[in-house]
């Protein structure tokens, strides 16, 4: 149904210069005609909300060391209903935004919009979302630097909104909702597909590079008791005896955008996921930083995860390879360089095995008030099994032509997610809108659309490697 969409038969120009034609039958508004500010606080049994950039508004969990504590006096907090529209004013223009689940309390550096009758906060949620729209928020934010812009109530109630009639909104959220659904489920089939080949890839890297690539040799016991036996001629040494230095970066007031031309950009925490380096994952560094040719990325770089918004990613290894970026560390990566007496390859592939990963989960769950940080005292301290520097060499040698075929499926798959994802972005904007009628097939959807199980979501922060420090806007 989604590929038989059609344009409406009848349109007009919008006079808006970011959105040009709409539906002939829809309206421009200002969104103070469509939301009323909400402004009202002091509901002390009302459960905590936050706004997430990847999942929109939810209920804030506490209880965890990585979560903040609430604040003592919940009489500073805002009320938001149940079908609100609250953004955070700061990262409103990234899309730090959603529809309050429930009726819950908001920071005050939130604002609640509270949708009027003939508005249905579904459809503008999903509006606000889009490139196109995002852009127009940007313009009408006010800061003194671009990352720093705010989103107040008095530019928000002025900004014109296509508006088509009521019931229409209700069709295209009903769409949506079950169009993104069928996506959804495709993004998730995917994910647990390539979830299955790296745990064929851990069987085969743990086996390399902890017994070799002789079933024969003979083995001893390593007296560690997560590693096992290993080739007697192995030794097992701390890291910091096999690094000359492990260099750690900045962080640097940047933009949300990536670096263009000759500008800089500085490496986000989650630009090296399960042994994969990824230089998008970065931000834009103003013209005005001075570069400090001492943290200056460069292809062969090994990169390690510090930091990260997700637990799984944090110790993630990866080498850098063709650069099209110019790039610093930030101070959510380590990056070691390694003694002539071992080679790259093998550590790379070491530093990705699952004894290496019980000890990166050991040292996350040892830093008191470092929730989801790899200290660095705890990092020299790992223990890695290393062979003879010929051996290695060999060893990382065999996996890596071992791994290509499991390595090309799992990029195709990787690649058709991105594919998966432009084109569920493209069809929001397409359909809110209006360059896509999707009425008719709305018709035949039911009003209620299955919610999704937790195991076929497709845009998990871990699977997409994003930045762990953008996941959650806390007050």
């Known amino acids: 149904m989604i590929e038989n969409l059609k344009p409406y038969p009848e349109i007009k120009d919008s006079g808006l210069s ?21 402004n009202a606080v002091g509901e002390p049994d009302w459960p905590i909300l936050e706004v997430s950039l990847r999942t929109g508004v939810r209920i804030r969990e506490f209880g965890s060391s990585k979560r903040k504590q609430a604040m003592s006096d919940k009489a500073k907090y805002k009320c938001a209903a149940k079908g609100d529209y609250v953004y955070n004013m700061m990262r409103m223009w990234q899309g730090a935004a959603g529809i309050a689940p429930v009726d819950g309390l908001v920071s005050p550096a939130y604002v609640v919009a509270k949708p009027l009758p003939h508005a249905n906060p579904a459809y503008f949620a999903s509006l606000f979302r889009t490139d196109d729209y995002l852009a127009e928020i940007d313009a009408f934010s006010r ?10 109530w008095d530019q928000f109630k002025q900004i014109s909104t296509p508006c088509p009639p009521t019931e229409e909104q209700n069709a295209i959220a009903r769409f949506l909702a079950w169009a993104t659904n069928r996506l959804d489920r495709a993004i998730g089939a995917k994910r647990r597909i390539i979830a299955l080949l790296q745990e064929q890839k851990q069987a085969i890297i743990h086996r390399a590079v902890t017994r070799g690539l002789d079933p024969s040799v003979p083995l001893k016991d390593s007296e560690i008791p997560w590693l096992g036996e290993i080739p007697e001629h192995w030794e097992v040494r701390r890291l910091r005896r096999v690094v000359k230095r492990i260099d750690q970066g900045v962080s640097p007031l940047a933009t949300g955008f990536l670096a263009e031309g000759n500008s800089w950009g500085v490496l986000k925490s989650g630009c090296v996921n399960r042994g994969i380096f990824r230089e998008t994952e970065h931000k834009q560094l103003s013209q005005s930083f001075k570069i400090n040719s001492s943290i200056v990325v460069k292809p062969g770089d090994v990169l390690i995860s ?73 990092l020299r301290d790992f223990s890695l099994a290393i062979p003879p520097l010929n051996e290695a060499k060999a060893i990382a040698c065999s996996i890596e032509k071992s791994l290509a075929g499991t390595n090309a499926v799992i990029a195709r798959n990787e690649h058709e ?13 397409d359909v809110v809108t209006g360059k896509l009628d999707v009425r008719q097939v709305a018709a035949r959807l039911p009003e209620e659309i299955e919610p999704q199980d937790a195991s076929e979501r497709g845009d998990g922060i871990e699977e997409l490697g994003l930045d762990g420090d953008e996941e959650t806007e806390l007050p």
């Open 18 to 38: 970011w959105l040009g034609e709409i539906p002939a039958h829809w309206d421009i508004k200002r969104n103070g005609s469509l939301f009323q500010q909400r």
């Open 143 to 152: 800061g003194i630097v671009k990352d720093r812009n705010r989103l107040y």
């Open 306 to 378: 510090r930091a990260c918004g997700s637990p799984s990613l944090v110790g993630s290894v990866g080498r850098v390879g063709q650069l099209h970026y110019n790039l610093i560390l930030s101070d959510k990566t380590f990056r070691p360089t390694f003694c002539e007496s071992v080679d790259i390859g093998f550590m790379v592939l070491a530093m990705n095995s699952s004894y290496y990963r019980r000890q990166v989960e050991q040292a996350i769950s040892g830093a008191e008030g470092m929730a989801n940080n790899l200290p660095l005292s705890s």
């Open 417 to 429: 997610i991105i594919l998966l994802r432009e084109y569920r972005t493209r069809l929001i904007a």
